[in-house]
């Protein structure tokens, strides 16, 4: 073929894709299409931005630090990994996050820039490498970071700030815009009301409000997600087998699923919580993946139960694909569309169960979860401690509802724009 | 004057996609007992025309804009609507294309056929209820007394249409309109169910519209025929008129599509195109962009040339008698 | 119908058996025994009374004995012998850890070890013959009767018995610097003891069986729950099924108000909203709904607590509790007053969710349901605009929401703690949170297993009522 020949070719096949949108394009289309959700998406992005970049807005240490003695170093860039500091392994996950992810990104944005005019069978194999890539050498940096933790000595930048101005030394500092820890307080400055240095004021231990209130994004997110993540997996599974087999396996599972919608799941989560000496993100996450399983298992089994008796079943099975092949890529993308929006509303759910966790006093105490600090505000009778995280909830839940419909909305073939 | 007289109708959706003529200027009349067919294919208005006539358009987006519908001389279209409700079920009533759907899956058959008579009659319910038993009878249903408390699922389709026509009929309607009632029914309970509707309409003296896209149907039932197009009407005549002479190119093409027994295994004839949508009516002549004859004067809307005997047709470019001869001695 | 009735009914039975199995292996295999904060400690071993209260701690709540099945009567003599060394150190070198482990066991099997220990007192060693003895006074104390069941006073009188004869086999051990004559009069006590009570110790194939399914923890918790006992709580030693019952009343009545008024109101929203959809007001319905539902409950009550109590701006509403503690006997009428003038906000609240939820899902079915060409047949026949849309569109769009109910339940059940807490109702949820906190796990268990029965119920109620109201149902 002469080269004026593949050209024309290729156009041809482009002209040709070009009008054949698969089924996840013509749904990110109709997803596109729709203002609100659309809006609160960008909205959700932000918060994850917010979370990821927190220790940008507020962290007590400097970006910069030079004193004669001391030389130029950066605390702040030391302590995003410094086990003494933070030490969650949330906080060490986001800052890698901000470091490593951000370092990441810019060649994957490159890539995805570069194979925009490709045909999708150039394009789709790049862009998964590049996103393969980024993801392995993300999560590399994270076990290594997690494997050998480093830990600094404690220096309060601040106070050393202090001491040298009082001994007349010369020093050079910059901070964050909210230069506070969310942990230790000052406990000269409790209950201040709202000013230019402290936005929404001080809580009862001298801690800034807003730090706090921008970490607890960290918690609510990554609660949110992983629980569901953990719980629409393996409700998924459970489903499709439920609702591909039929039958005896159908009705134990059906009964397993009716025993644990029975138990009040507050109670239990309460309980069980109650139960762990030190609680940790990870144990509440799977405390709420436990008792949330079964929606997404009964929203599967239903589609499967559908799906299990229409004719490219049966062609599949004509054709000769096992029964797992056929479950895992035959039904289940099908099937997947009411678990996506589930899943959704569940990331929302699945905050709003945290924080009632934490309100109780039964959440991780380590970490400045909003409940927490409105349960804080509750007992001393402090508004912003009750209005901000109230807020920062309601803003977070709301937009996830918002992107909950329009996903729904997205995916109903009857409301096609 | 007729039963039905139908003048100049206009019934327009406001849409996103801006205001579509789906029925605009169509005029026809009905008669006591006589049955009136509208044919077209699918999207050329008559289900919009059916329910014009009642006023039973979904509101937003539908609204009727124009013209009159002349009911007993009096006009439907501007009659307040708690007159109108009198008139509904009552003098005039209608059968629907989906008999699944058309009833209300959580009352029995028996509730909703009793609902209308007791609207509308004065009685009192037993007597309702034998009035319903005796229309149940009346349109086949085995064994009434049991059946009148059944519920819709229990029961198959054609009894469910079946049922639909004893609940239209049970006031004893001056009027049926019956919008495709056998389109989704089997071919075989298709006849049977055609047979009735003449049956009932010849002990009442009722008159009936007929919408269908099905020509055999409109050969067989009806006495006359409106075939619309787009919105329009292309030409009403008589069924034997509409077989024989064939004036409209449209009603031309329609009929020579039709498989002829005379010659097995020959070329389906086809029009060529589609039928435009409302947002796409062309303009002028709305069948200009497929009609074989179309010259530059189809792009004004068409003349009316009355042909005699009820037979109209609009069009700039009629068939002649030779022409439509022809035709329909292809298939003799 | 009336079948499928009856099979749903029978069918509680088995789930909630397995709801109970689940609760009760959850409670048991927590960290931290359950009683053991009130017990004592698994630490070292105090002096002798206070292992003998720990003991007798264990026997009463049953946590002697395996969790689910018993293999108890399968071990060997050597076995015994080697928890015998263990646990009293007599041989090789035991961590703490065994030694401890050893000694639980001793007195967790004790019945099942005695006709192994009896042949034991002519063991070689005399080491193992003195721990002999001493087990053997352990493990043939025989347990009280459950003077809560049955006749009180036959009971009582038994008892008695039990307590003469475990005093008297308390005796029959020695001390370091007994003498042989001692050893073996203690011995031959303990023989001829046994010779008469032998029967009592050897195990039919019966009783093993028996043993193996009954003889355990969970089983005897479902033998007390038959008799409705669930229990004596940790806290204040009082029958916990009686707190419960008596904190029943108050969840109720705040989960029922809420229910009927959120199904009340939200229904003619859903309508109201539906016949006017894409209007204004229904936009506005719409974004207040949809504020509702994104609102924490705890933080929709701290406000309005704070708000609209104690002056801060206005006092319309008590500072929580279910009713005024007053003396001073009030009318019917007086009392109802001041109960709904202290239900005002936490029904407000405990509403807010449910509300929004209903009336979104009431909103939807009518929005679908007016689409449908049966309420398209309903206008033909000349019916009015309001019939159309009661009798024909709302009965049908309601049905979907009436299912709603059954996955309500347990959610309302169980939001109930966070008002409860917020507001200081003395119900139920208020009741678990303050057991989990205490450790008091006879009352978690017993809330936990009384929410779940009643959401049972209530789920029942639910899929029956499904049936009642759609004749499309039916069950073959």
Wanted: with cysteine; aromatic share 8%; charged share 20%.
């Amino acid at each position: 073929m002469t080269s004026a020949n593949a050209e024309s070719a290729q156009a041809a096949e482009l002209a040709a894709e070009r009008e054949d949108p698969t089924y996840g394009e013509i749904v990110w289309g109709q997803f596109t299409k729709r203002r609100i959700a659309m809006a609160s998406t960008w909205g959700l992005v932000g918060l994850l931005l917010l979370a990821i970049y927190t220790p940008v807005i507020a962290s007590n240490k400097p970006f910069i630090w030079h004193t004669v003695a001391d030389g130029w170093s950066s605390p702040w860039l030391t302590s995003l990994f410094d086990r003494n500091f933070y030490e969650n392994s949330v906080d060490i996950f986001f800052n890698t996050m901000l470091v490593v992810g951000t370092a990441v990104s810019i060649p994957v944005a490159w890539v995805f820039r570069n194979t925009k005019k490709m045909v999708r069978r150039d394009r789709q194999p790049r862009r998964k490498r590049a996103i393969q890539v980024a993801l392995t050498v993300f999560l590399l940096s994270f076990g290594a970071i997690e494997a050998f933790p480093a830990q600094a000595p404690k220096k309060v930048y601040p106070k050393i700030e202090q001491q040298l101005e009082a001994a007349g030394e010369s020093h050079t500092s910059l901070y964050a815009p909210l230069p506070y820890s969310f942990r230790d307080g000052n406990l000269n400055e409790t209950r201040q009301p709202s000013s230019i240095a402290h936005p929404l004021g001080t809580d009862n231990a001298g801690r800034d409000v807003l730090t706090r209130l921008i970490y607890g994004t960290r918690i609510s997110l990554t609660v949110g997600v992983f629980a569901v993540a953990l719980y629409v997996t393996f409700g998924t599974i459970v489903g499709a087998i439920a609702g591909f087999y039929g039958g005896r396996i159908d009705m134990a599972i059906q009964r397993v699923i009716e025993v644990v919608i029975c138990i009040p799941s507050l109670f239990l989560i309460l309980t069980v919580a109650s139960f762990i000496e030190e609680r940790s993100i990870f144990h509440i996450m799977v405390i709420i993946a436990a008792v949330a399983w079964t929606s997404p298992a009964r929203l599967v089994r239903a589609e499967f139960l559908r799906m299990r008796n229409l004719d490219f079943v049966s062609a599949a099975r004509a054709v000769g694909y096992r029964e797992r092949r056929i479950i895992f890529q035959e039904i289940l993308p099908n099937a997947l569309a009411p678990v996506l929006v589930a899943a959704t509303f569940g990331v929302a759910r699945a905050i709003l169960v945290e924080s009632t966790m934490s309100f109780l006093g039964l959440g991780d105490i380590t970490v400045p979860s909003w409940g927490q600090i409105l349960n804080t505000g509750r007992t001393t009778g402090i508004w912003t401690l009750i209005l901000a995280p109230g807020f920062a909830i309601f803003l977070t839940v709301s937009l996830l509802n918002l992107v909950g419909e329009g996903v729904r909305d997205a995916l109903d073939p009857k409301l096609r724009k | 004057m007729a039963l039905l007289e139908v003048d100049n109708l206009q019934t327009h959706f406001f849409t996103d996609k801006g205001q579509l003529p789906s029925v605009d200027g169509v005029s026809f009349e009905i008669d006591k007992g006589e049955t009136v067919g509208i044919v077209g294919e699918s999207g050329c208005g008559k289900s919009v025309t059916a329910m014009s006539i009642l006023r039973l358009i979904p509101q937003p987006p539908g609204r009727i804009v124009g013209g009159q519908i002349r009911f007993k001389g009096r006009d439907l279209a501007t009659m307040p609507l708690n007159q109108l409700r009198k008139v509904r079920g009552n003098e005039i009533s209608v059968i629907f294309q989906e008999p699944m759907t058309s009833l209300n899956p959580v009352y029995t058959v028996g509730d909703q056929i009793m609902e209308a008579i007791l609207l509308h009659q004065a009685v009192d319910e037993d007597q309702a209820r034998q009035i319903a038993l005796d229309m149940l009878d009346k349109v086949g249903i085995p064994e009434p007394d049991t059946s009148i408390d059944r519920y819709p699922h229990q029961m198959s389709g054609g009894q469910k249409q079946r049922v639909m026509i004893a609940m239209a009929l049970s006031c004893q309607p001056d009027l049926l309109i019956a919008d495709e009632p056998t389109t989704a029914l089997d071919v075989t309970i298709q006849a049977q169910i055609l047979e009735l509707i003449r049956e009932l309409q010849r002990t009442n003296d009722m008159g009936v519209m007929l919408i269908t896209h099905d020509l055999g149907v409109v050969a067989e039932s009806c006495d006359r025929v409106v075939v619309l197009y787009a919105g329009r009407v292309a030409e009403t005549a008589t069924a034997i008129d509409l077989f024989d002479r064939p004036t409209h190119p449209y009603t031309a093409g329609l009929l020579q599509a039709l498989p002829d027994r005379a010659h097995p295994g020959a070329r389906l004839f086809t029009i060529d195109g589609m039928v435009p949508p409302p947002t796409d009516f062309p303009k002028g002549c709305r069948f200009n962009n497929r009609c074989p004859r179309a010259t530059s004067e189809c792009q004004t809307v068409p003349p009316l040339h009355d042909l005699g005997e009820g037979h109209k047709v609009w069009c700039h470019h009629p068939l002649t008698a030779e022409e439509s001869a022809a035709l329909s001695g292809e298939d003799a | 119908m009336l079948q499928y009735t009856l099979k749903r009914l029978l069918l509680t039975i088995p789930t909630f058996f397995f709801i109970s199995l689940l609760l009760f292996l959850v409670l048991n295999i927590a960290p931290g025994r359950p009683g053991a904060a009130a017990g004592g400690g698994d630490g070292e071993r105090g002096n002798q009374e206070q292992k003998e209260s720990y003991r007798i701690f264990k026997e009463q709540f049953n946590l002697d004995k395996p969790i689910l099945l018993n293999t108890r009567f399968a071990l060997e003599q050597s076995e015994v012998r080697e928890l015998l060394v263990t646990g009293f150190n007599l041989e090789g070198d035991p961590s703490a850890a065994q030694r401890i482990e050893a000694q639980d066991n001793l007195e967790d099997y004790g019945n099942y070890l005695v006709r192994h220990l009896v042949p034991l007192l002519d063991d070689a060693d005399p080491g193992v013959r003195q721990v002999t003895a001493d087990t053997l006074t352990v493990a043939t104390q025989m347990r009280f009767v459950n003077e809560r069941r049955g006749d009180v006073k036959a009971a009582r009188e038994k008892n008695r018995g039990i307590s003469k004869q475990n005093t008297a086999v308390k005796q029959w051990r020695w001390d370091d610097d007994a003498t042989e004559a001692q050893q073996a009069e203690v011995i031959a006590s303990w023989k001829s003891w046994y010779a008469d009570n032998e029967g009592a110790y050897t195990y039919t194939g019966k009783e093993k069986t028996w043993a193996f399914f009954l003889d355990t923890r969970f089983a005897k918790y479902w033998s007390n729950l038959m008799h409705l006992d669930f229990g004596v709580s940790t806290a204040d030693r009082r029958p916990v099924f009686e707190t419960v019952l008596s904190k029943l009343k108050y969840s109720l009545s705040l989960t029922f108000t809420s229910v009927i008024l959120a199904y009340a109101i939200s229904v003619p929203i859903g309508v109201f909203s539906a016949i006017r959809q894409g209007t204004k007001i229904d936009a506005a319905v719409t974004v207040v709904l949809f504020i509702m539902y994104s609102l924490p409950t705890f933080f929709t009550g701290t406000v309005l607590l704070r708000l609209l109590t104690e002056g801060e701006p206005v006092s319309w509403f008590p500072t929580g509790d279910f009713q005024t503690m007053t003396s001073d006997p009030m009318t019917t009428w007086a009392l109802l007053k001041d109960i709904l003038w202290h239900l005002v906000l936490p029904i407000a609240t405990y509403t807010s969710v449910s509300l929004a939820t209903l009336s979104r899902y009431a909103r939807a079915g009518v929005i679908e349901v007016i689409r449908a060409d049966y309420i398209r047949t309903a206008r033909a026949k000349g019916l009015s605009e309001p019939v159309v849309i009661i009798k024909h569109a709302v009965r049908n769009g309601m049905i979907p929401i009436l299912t709603l109910l059954g996955g309500l339940l347990p959610a309302l059940v169980a939001g109930s703690v966070v008002i409860e807490v917020v507001f200081n109702i003395p119900g139920m949820g208020q009741y678990i949170f303050q057991s989990i906190n205490l450790r008091d796990y006879n009352a978690v268990m017993a809330v936990l297993l009384t929410s779940s029965f009643l959401a049972l119920i209530g789920i029942l109620i639910s899929d029956l009522s499904y049936a009642f109201v759609d004749p499309r149902i039916s069950f073959d």
